[in-house]
C-alpha cells in the first residue's frame, strides 16, 4: 500500500457506468485519512505509511512539495513524517530530496519470510519461468490493487519494473481479474462502486457492465488473459491459486509480448502449466 495553503487537484478519471460516462475526482490520500471514523485510528501513523508508500520505482527521490501533491497532506505534516522516518532510519536525505532508505526492506520482509503461500512460491515461479521462457508472477488482491509477493522473470516486458512488492490497478490486469471474478457479488459491487475505472491504452476496457461479462467467463473457465489492456506489447495469463477451503488466495500469471506470443499460446501451451504451477502452490498451503 506530501504550511500549504492549496492542494493540488486529483486527477478525473472517467467510468463508464449505465448511464453513460460519469467524471468523478478520485479522493487523495489525505481525504481517506481525514474520513476515517474511528477514534482509535492513528492519524499520524497513517500519514507515515502514506508518505513511505508515495515513493515510487518513477520517483526514487522527492521534496517535501512533491510529496505533499502526490498525497493531499500537507507539506507541516510531511515534514514531520520526514523527520520521524528520518530520525528512525527509513528514509534518506540529500539536501532538500528524501528516499526511502534500506531498512524499510524490513517492513515487508516478516510478511515474506513467515507466509506460507509466499515461502513456497519462488521455487514454483522459477519451474514455470524455466518451463515457459517468460516471467511469472504470483499476486494477491490489497487495497483494490493486485500485489505481488514473489516474482520470477526472464526479461523486462514492460516499461515498469515489477517487482516483489509492485502494485497495478486489479480491473485492467489478468491478476486482478482472476481474483475479482471469486469475490461474492456484494463485494464485486463495493469494489465497482468504489473504484474508478481509466483507460491505460486503447484497448482497457473500462465499461463496467463489460467486465462484468469478462469476470463472469474467466468465473466459466478457471483463467484470464489480458491482451494489452495495461501496456501495449504486453500480454498475459493468469489462474487462480486456492487455499484449503478452496477458497482464491492468489494469482499466478505469465506475461510475455503479444508480439512473440499469441492468444492461442498462451491457451494452448501456457495454460497447462500455469495449472499445474497453481495446483502445486495449493497443496503447500494450510
Given at each position: 500500500?506530501?504550511?500549504?495553503?492549496?492542494r493540488k487537484r486529483r486527477p478525473i478519471a472517467e467510468a463508464e457506468t449505465d448511464g453513460?460516462?460519469?467524471l468523478q475526482a478520485a479522493p487523495s490520500v489525505a481525504e481517506q485519512i481525514d474520513a476515517m471514523a474511528d477514534p482509535d485510528f492513528m492519524t499520524s501513523l497513517a500519514r507515515g505509511l502514506a508518505v513511505i508508500r508515495a515513493f515510487s520505482d518513477m520517483r526514487k527521490a522527492m521534496t517535501i512539495a512533491q510529496l505533499s501533491q502526490r498525497t493531499g497532506i500537507s507539506r507541516a505534516a510531511v515534514r514531520r513524517c520526514l523527520h520521524t522516518l528520518l530520525a528512525l532510519g527509513?528514509?534518506?536525505?540529500?539536501?532538500?530530496?528524501?528516499?526511502?532508505?534500506p531498512k524499510t526492506l524490513t517492513l515487508g520482509y516478516s510478511y515474506l519470510s513467515s507466509t506460507p503461500l509466499t515461502v513456497s512460491?519462488?521455487?514454483?515461479?522459477?519451474?514455470?519461468?524455466?518451463?515457459?521462457?517468460?516471467?511469472?508472477?504470483?499476486?494477491v488482491l490489497n487495497e483494490d490493487e493486485v500485489l505481488y509477493v514473489a516474482r520470477s522473470a526472464t526479461s523486462r516486458v514492460m516499461s515498469v519494473?515489477?517487482?516483489t512488492g509492485s502494485r497495478l490497478p486489479a480491473y485492467c490486469t489478468s491478476l486482478g481479474r482472476v481474483m475479482l471474478a471469486a469475490m461474492p457479488a456484494d463485494e464485486l459491487d463495493t469494489y465497482f462502486?468504489?473504484?474508478?475505472?481509466?483507460?491505460f491504452?486503447?484497448?482497457t476496457v473500462v465499461s463496467q457492465r463489460r467486465l462484468r461479462d469478462i469476470l463472469a467467463g474467466i468465473r466459466r473457465d478457471g483463467y484470464a488473459i489480458n491482451d494489452q489492456e495495461l501496456e501495449i506489447g504486453l500480454r498475459s495469463i493468469a489462474v487462480p491459486v486456492r487455499g484449503?477451503?478452496?477458497?482464491?488466495?492468489?494469482?499466478?500469471?505469465?506475461?510475455a509480448q503479444a508480439a512473440r506470443v499469441s492468444r492461442q499460446q498462451m491457451e494452448g501451451e501456457f495454460l497447462p502449466v500455469l495449472l499445474r504451477g497453481a495446483q502445486d502452490l495449493s497443496i503447500l498451503l494450510p
Open positions: 500500500m506530501t504550511a500549504v495553503t492549496t453513460g460516462p460519469e527509513y528514509v534518506d536525505a540529500d539536501g532538500h530530496y528524501f528516499s526511502l532508505g512460491a519462488q521455487p514454483c515461479l522459477n519451474s514455470v519461468t524455466r518451463e515457459l521462457g517468460e516471467s511469472s508472477s504470483l499476486a519494473a515489477l517487482n462502486a468504489r473504484v474508478k475505472l481509466r483507460a491504452t486503447d484497448n484449503a477451503s478452496g477458497a482464491v488466495v492468489a494469482a499466478l500469471n505469465v506475461g
